[in-house]
């Protein structure tokens, strides 16, 4: 995959794009040939080697335990298999075949110790084995290219990291070393093979010069170097080499883009023969921006092509091909055919092509498409059907071009109010392709994309409708996937609720234009679920037959049973916690400071107060006492929201309070604890137990406070004096302490201590190897077991008692566990929630919901309630 931003007027002329009166010879065309499944990325990430290799005798693919299958590149067809090294049985890290000759590193991509042998492709037979140290850094300041690099008679090595830059070549089948050599001091490198030469692009930052060398392999003595003029020099800069085997070569040096000839010779070369190089790499075909500067795509348009350079004119070329751009990547190629790793309706293949009789017209750059067939991006939706948003929509035609095609209509438009009060929606056309067959499997494969790295709605999960939130310049957005006949069309806005609401309209538009009937959706379980168009993670909570869930700026009141809509209200800021419901009023805490009260019944604003509310609120007595986060405690009147009293304190308080017979305890981050008469408002006591600097939390139970400090201290207090009674020291804390059944809780970022609430002894203590953080949380204790998420990514059931591990299950548990009815609930790998036997970690069942788990679901009247990061309420039955 290539993204880059050629200007127009930087190195030469070879940035304009293929126009279609350009002469093509009759070799453009590629078709499918067969396919493979592959099992493995098709490139070493630490040493930037490939772990896959294609010549005209042999396409190599890695195997398990260090194995290597040979295959017919005409057919795919096994050859042979090469056996693991017995003396060093590890992964493959990179493959290559050149003469007849498969070379194999071996290896870690985290150690600069490699094993690499050499073997006759023809009998499968080892020519040599020897080990090598190369560099491991990929972006040091002196070379910054692969670190092992094949041609047709040697292999060269790159094997230090610092300068000076060791280079040294084996000979191919012997695997005697021929030449050693250091690259020239105070010059950072790029390097790339070719058949029968290594190229090596230089900025020497002395000066800013910047040159191309040729170096033969064998003797790595430099055979040509080529100066190259650069408008970014002096100074590091971006440096990006592609070779073909055939020696023509991409050149990037930070904006500056050339092409060069196998002479290292800027094309296009006055004299020079016509035809194309071979193809260099798989990217997006290439586009005009708005300031006339050529744009690599990577995104749009979908499919990819295999981009060449015309060697008379030094234009680039895209060859179509049928799959997505997006995570396509060249193997490599022979003398009629290419090889490309990419993934294909959510598998990862091998798809090898084979050059056929055809020229580059622009039905062909179009996929079999003619130009023509695009229909105009503005008529796919109308200024009726965008009344569903409100009124005084109008179009404003985009002037994205699509390559050589020249398309005589805009492919993308946006739609956006004149009133400026409703939300922009854009609408582009991904492709058109020539099939509707082929249409399907580009949307089938894009969904398959985006599913495993956004939040999407499983609701308009279809065949023809997929949603899905993604990062954009401008935020959080959402888009839809719209695939009807041979058509693929993306809508984008940063309101989601226009996008459900238009999605299904598009899709009628494209079906009455292209004839097609609606294709089936799939059948939806039991239980319901229903869009809140948010952002943030959702609070849930469920009282007398209502979900109240918050998110984003809204409160919204579900009928438990349906889901149907009983009353929204905005707020205006985001909503801080999850919602207290009590007698029949529903309190808020707003990021701005704000509590307001809603009734529960119609979502009707009883009152509203400023108090600098932090954290949630606690409801007891008619009163709803506010932390407000710096340095106060106030109690409100829960009927009417007047303040009834307020608490100074010496210092600010944290978030987190306590409240039990009648008394709010609250920790400072200053080392004390207040204890404030909960009727009142008077101090009943405040002990000095930590630092001034020592954040802590509070909880109260069984006649004691418990306190932890951040810095990992637990001390118990006398609830009624404030007496110290004992202290214990843990590691660092980053939750609790937690009070259940006589037990305290508390841990770091891998490690839970249990401590027994009345003596502070520790009863026991658990530890998880891992960095995931996020998987950590505070343990959640049933019939006797202790359930947490450690930061190795599992859920663990430990022994409450004892602390000894019961069992033990991948999981997404960071969000929230609960348990309910001897069944544990929690996120799933995968976008789901999980169902997990509480007793043994069996998996009862798992359901999608489209995102990472919001809080801890709520298991209720035979459903569990759970919201998505993708803004989505589910309600799932506990059997489904």
């Not at 453009?28 to 010549?55: D, N, Q």
């Not at 294909?344 to 498409?369: F, M, N, S």
């Not at 810095?711 to 980053?734: E, F, K, M, Q, Y």
């Not at 009345?758 to 343990?779: C, E, H, I, K, M």
Request: hydrophobic share 45%.
């Amino acid at each position: 995959m290539r993204g880059a931003v050629i200007g127009v007027a930087l190195l030469l002329a070879v940035c304009a794009v293929a126009v279609a009166d350009a002469p093509a010879p009759p070799d453009l065309v590629w078709r499918r040939a067969w396919t493979l499944p592959a099992a493995v990325p098709a490139e070493s990430a630490g040493l930037w080697t490939p772990t896959m290799a294609v010549s005209d005798v042999a396409l190599a693919l890695p195997g398990e335990r260090g194995t290597v299958s040979l295959l017919d590149p005409r057919t795919g067809m096994l050859r042979r298999s090469v056996a693991t090294d017995p003396a060093s049985p590890t992964p493959v890290t990179g493959l290559w075949v050149a003469s007849g000759t498969l070379v194999v590193a071996r290896g870690s991509d985290e150690a600069p110790v490699q094993a690499l042998s050499a073997y006759d492709v023809a009998t499968g037979a080892r020519l040599w084995r020897r080990t090598v140290i190369v560099a491991q850094q990929p972006e040091t300041r002196v070379y910054r290219g692969p670190r092992i690099m094949v041609t047709g008679n040697s292999v060269v090595i790159v094997g230090t990291e610092a300068e000076p830059v060791i280079v040294f070549a084996v000979d191919l089948r012997s695997g005697t070393t021929t030449a050693q050599a250091s690259a020239e001091r105070g010059c950072v490198t790029q390097g790339a093979a070719t058949a029968w030469s290594m190229l090596l692009l230089s900025h020497c930052l002395a000066g800013g010069h910047v040159a191309l060398s040729a170096v033969d392999p064998r003797t790595l003595r430099r055979v040509w170097t080529r100066s190259l003029p650069s408008h970014d020099t002096p100074g590091d800069v971006p440096l990006d080499l592609t070779a073909g085997t055939d020696g023509y070569a991409h050149v990037t040096v930070g904006n500056d883009n050339a092409f060069t000839d196998a002479d290292g010779r800027i094309l296009p070369v006055p004299g020079a023969a016509t035809g194309w190089s071979r193809p260099l790499y798989v990217g997006s075909y290439p586009a005009t921006g708005p300031n006339g500067e050529l744009e690599l795509h990577s995104g749009w348009p979908l499919p990819a092509f295999l981009i060449a350079v015309d060697l008379r004119a030094g234009r680039l070329a895209g060859l179509p091909l049928d799959v997505p751009a997006q995570e396509a990547y060249l193997i490599g190629v022979t003398r009629d055919m290419a090889f490309v790793h990419s993934t294909l309706e959510g598998a990862e293949v091998i798809i090898a092509y084979r050059r056929h009789p055809g020229r580059l017209t622009p039905a062909a750059v179009l996929g079999g498409v003619a130009p023509g067939a695009w229909p105009d991006a503005c008529s796919l939706l109308s200024g009726d059907d965008l009344r569903i948003l409100g009124a005084g929509y109008r179009a404003v035609p985009s002037a994205r071009a699509l390559g050589p095609a020249k398309l005589p209509r805009p492919a993308a438009c946006d739609w956006v109010s004149t009133a400026g009060d409703g939300p922009a929606v854009s609408l582009s056309l991904d492709w058109v392709s020539a099939t509707n067959t082929e249409a399907r499997a580009l949307f089938a494969a894009e969904v398959a994309q985006e599913k495993s790295r956004s939040s999407f709605d499983p609701g308009t999960d279809s065949a023809q409708v997929f949603s899905f939130v993604t990062s954009h310049p401008a935020g959080i957005v959402g888009m839809t996937l719209v695939v009807v006949g041979p058509v693929v069309v993306r809508l984008t806005s940063v309101s989601r609720q226009a996008l459900h609401l238009l999605a299904p309209v598009l899709r009628d538009n494209l079906r009455a234009r292209y004839r097609q009937p609606l294709a089936p959706s799939p059948l939806l379980s039991a239980g319901w679920n229903r869009p809140t168009y948010a952002v943030l993670p959702i609070e849930l909570v469920v009282s007398r037959g209502t979900v109240y869930a918050g998110a984003d700026d809204m409160i919204h009141a579900l009928e438990a049973a349906s889901g149907r809509p009983r009353w929204s209200y905005q707020l205006g800021s985001d909503v801080a916690a999850a919602p207290v419901v009590s007698g029949g009023v529903v309190y808020v805490a707003v990021s701005d400071g704000r509590v307001v009260a809603l009734d529960a019944s119609t979502g009707r604003a009883r009152w509203s107060r400023r108090l600098g509310a932090q954290g949630e609120l606690m409801v007891a007595a008619g009163r709803v006492h506010v932390n407000d986060g710096n340095s106060a405690i106030a109690a409100l009147d829960a009927a009417d929201g007047r303040t009834l009293w307020r608490f100074q304190a010496g210092g600010a308080l944290r978030a987190t309070t306590s409240i039990s017979a009648g008394v709010v305890y609250s920790g400072s981050d200053h080392g004390t604890v207040y204890a404030v008469d909960a009727r009142t408002g008077r101090a009943r006591w405040r002990s000095r137990i930590a630092g001034r600097s020592d954040p802590m939390t509070v909880v109260a139970a069984g006649g004691l406070v418990h306190a932890g400090t951040e810095s990992g201290v637990v001390h118990a207090l006398d609830a009624a004096t404030g007496a110290p009674r004992w202290r214990a020291r843990l590691g660092s804390l980053a939750f609790g302490p937690l009070v259940i059944h006589g037990t305290i809780y508390a841990g770091g970022l891998g490690t839970t201590y249990a401590l027994d609430a009345s003596t502070g002894r520790r009863l026991w203590t658990f530890s998880a190897p891992g960095d995931r953080l996020y998987n950590v949380t505070a343990p959640t204790v049933a019939r006797g077991l202790a359930y947490l998420g450690g930061p190795d990514g599992k859920l663990h059931a430990l022994d409450a008692t004892s602390g000894r591990e019961r069992w033990s299950r991948s999981a997404e548990a960071g969000n929230g566990i609960t348990v309910a009815g001897g069944t544990v609930y929690t996120g799933g790998d995968g976008d789901s929630l999980l169902a997990l036997d509480a007793a043994t970690g069996a998996i009862r069942w798992r359901a999608p919901i489209g995102g990472e788990i919001g809080r801890e679901p709520v298991v209720s009247g035979g459903l569990v309630y759970v919201g998505s990061s993708n803004g989505i309420v589910y309600a799932i039955p506990l059997r489904p």
